[in-house]
C-alpha cells in the first residue's frame, strides 16, 4: 500500500502532536492562554478533566489478560460512570482466572462466563460481541493483526505499547490508523506521557520556544533484570515462550522497543519529527532466559542533523535512570516538569499542587492524577464528545524508531529509516499454536 511507504512530514507530525495532547490534555479543546516561556510568546497552559464526563454505556472487551491488560481494565473502570468490562479474552486459563479475581475483588465486577474466551482465536468472540471499546494487551507481537482486526470490527482501541516488534508489524500499524481515523474511530496506544500533566505542560511551554530550537537529546532507561519465566516440565515452545514474552525478540521486540520506546518516544514528540538513521551497541551479560540483549547505547540522528543519545540497560547492581533531557539555543530541560537557562538557571518548574503552592508565578498547582487512568479518562471523553484522537502512527513511528535502534546495535551497522520503511523483515513462527516454534536462542553478533 502506498499509505505505508510514506510518513507525514514534519509540518503534518507536529499538528497532529498538537491536536494529541490537547485532547490528551483536556478533550474538549478549551484552553487558558498565558504569556511566559521565550520573548512573550503565549504558552497553551491545559486544564485537564479529572473524569470522562457520563454518557451512554460503554462496553469494554479485554484482549490479554496479564498484568497490564488487567491494570488497563481497571484505569477505565477510573476513568468515570458507566462503564462496563463486558468481556475477556487470554490464551491462559490461570491468566484469565487471576483477572477475573482481580476484578471481583477491587472492584466488584463480576465477568460472566459466556463472555470469556479461551485460545489463540479468542479475541475473535470479544470483537463479535456488543464491546464498543477493546483493550489490546497481548505480547507485543500480536498488536498488528489484532489491531487491524479491531478497527475492521469498528471498536474504538486502548492499546498497549510498543505497536510492533518488526517493520512489517509497525508499517500494518500505520495502515490500519489510516482505517481507524476514516471510520471515526477513537485509538490510545499507553504512551501515557501524553497524557501526564506534567509533561503536557512542559512540552506547551517547550513549542512556545521557552528553550529556543532543540539541538541536542539524551534519553535513557537503565534499570535491574526484569522478570523472567523458567521453562516448565510438560510446557511446549509457544508456551515457554508466551509465559516468558518480555525476554523473546519475536514476542517484545527487546527491551529497547519494549519499554524504551517510551523515552525515545517523548523525544520525537518534543522535537516533532523522527530519525533518519541510527548506529548502536548492544550485548548480553546476565539475561538468564530468550534471546535479548541486555543493555543498548544507539546514537540516532534526525535529518536536520540533531543527534539523540539514546541509553537503556536491564542489569542488576547498576546506576538506574529512566529519564529524557534536551537541550536548545535558549536552554534546557528534562521533558517532564523544568525548564533551565544556558547558565542552568531554572526559570519555570512544574510542580503538583500538594507539592507547593501556584502564586508565585513560576509553578503549577495541578492536581496529579495517574498518567494511566488520565489516557483512559481522555480516550472516553473523545468517544462522548466524539472528538478527534487517534495515536497509533504516532506510536508506530515510536515503535519503529526503537526497532531501527535495536537493528543498528544487533548488525553493527548504520540503518536509515528508508531501509526500515522498505524493510519485509517480519519476526516470528509461521504458525501460532500450542507445539515446537522453530527458534532458538540465538544472540546477535555484531558485523555477522
Known amino acids: 500500500m502506498d499509505s505505508m511507504k510514506s510518513l507525514p512530514n514534519r509540518r503534518s507530525f507536529l499538528k497532529g502532536a498538537t491536536a494529541l495532547t490537547a485532547l490528551g490534555a483536556i478533550g474538549t479543546g478549551a484552553f487558558i492562554h498565558s504569556c511566559s516561556s521565550g520573548k512573550g510568546q503565549k504558552v497553551t497552559t491545559p486544564s485537564f478533566l479529572d ?19 488487567t491494570g488497563a481494565a481497571v484505569n477505565f473502570l477510573n476513568a468515570g460512570p458507566n462503564i462496563q468490562i463486558a468481556a475477556l479474552a487470554d490464551v491462559f486459563q490461570d491468566k484469565m482466572d487471576n483477572c477475573r479475581k482481580q476484578l471481583k475483588e477491587q472492584n466488584n465486577v463480576d465477568v460472566p462466563d459466556n463472555m470469556c474466551f479461551l485460545g489463540f482465536d479468542a479475541y475473535k468472540y470479544v470483537l ?4 464498543d471499546v477493546v483493550i ?8 498488528p493483526m489484532l489491531f487491524d482486526a479491531a478497527v475492521r ?15 512489517v508489524g509497525a508499517k500494518s500499524i500505520m495502515a490500519s490508523a489510516k482505517m481507524a481515523e476514516a471510520a471515526g474511530l477513537k485509538v490510545v496506544t499507553g504512551t501515557q506521557r501524553h497524557h501526564q500533566r506534567d509533561y503536557v505542560t512542559t512540552y506547551e511551554h517547550i513549542k512556545a520556544g521557552a528553550i529556543g530550537e532543540i539541538t541536542g537529546a539524551n534519553c535513557y532507561w537503565n534499570q535491574g533484570q526484569l522478570w523472567s519465566v523458567n521453562r516448565q516440565s510438560g510446557w511446549t515452545d509457544m508456551e515457554a515462550m508466551l509465559r ?4 523473546w525478540t519475536w514476542l517484545s521486540g527487546d527491551h529497547i522497543v519494549e519499554q524504551h520506546m517510551h523515552n525515545i518516544d517523548v523525544i520525537n514528540w518534543f522535537k516533532g519529527d523522527h530519525p533518519v538513521k541510527a548506529v548502536g551497541v548492544g550485548g548480553r551479560m546476565r539475561r538468564p532466559t530468550g534471546d535479548q540483549y541486555d543493555f543498548f547505547s544507539v546514537d540516532f540522528v534526525y535529518k536536520d542533523g540533531m543527534h539523540l543519545h539514546s541509553m537503556c540497560r536491564q542489569i542488576d547492581g547498576c546506576a538506574n535512570n529512566v529519564s529524557e533531557y534536551i537541550s536548545g539555543t535558549k536552554g534546557s530541560s528534562n521533558c517532564a516538569n523544568l525548564i533551565q537557562d544556558l547558565k542552568g538557571n531554572t526559570i519555570w518548574e512544574f510542580k503538583y499542587a500538594e507539592e507547593g503552592d501556584n502564586n508565585n508565578g513560576k509553578t503549577t498547582g495541578v492536581k496529579n492524577v495517574s498518567p494511566y487512568d488520565q489516557e483512559i479518562i481522555d480516550l472516553i471523553t473523545a468517544i462522548r464528545k466524539n472528538l478527534p484522537l487517534n495515536e497509533a502512527e504516532q506510536c508506530a513511528i515510536s515503535s519503529l524508531t526503537a526497532i531501527m535502534g535495536r537493528i543498528a546495535a544487533y548488525t553493527g551497522k548504520e540503518v536509515t529509516w528508508d531501509e526500515m520503511m522498505n524493510s519485509s523483515l517480519k519476526l516470528g513462527p509461521e504458525t501460532i499454536a500450542m507445539g515446537p516454534v522453530n527458534i532458538k536462542a540465538e544472540i546477535p553478533i555484531p558485523g555477522v
Open 51 to 69: 473524569k470522562a464526563p457520563d454518557g451512554k454505556l460503554l462496553k469494554v472487551g479485554l484482549i490479554g489478560c496479564g498484568g497490564r491488560g
Open 128 to 131: 463479535d460481541s456488543d464491546v
Open 136 to 143: 489490546l494487551a497481548t505480547p507485543p507481537y500480536f498488536r
Open 153 to 167: 470490527a469498528r471498536k474504538h482501541v486502548f492499546m498497549e505499547k510498543p505497536v510492533a516488534v518488526d517493520p
Open 244 to 247: 516468558d514474552w518480555v525476554n
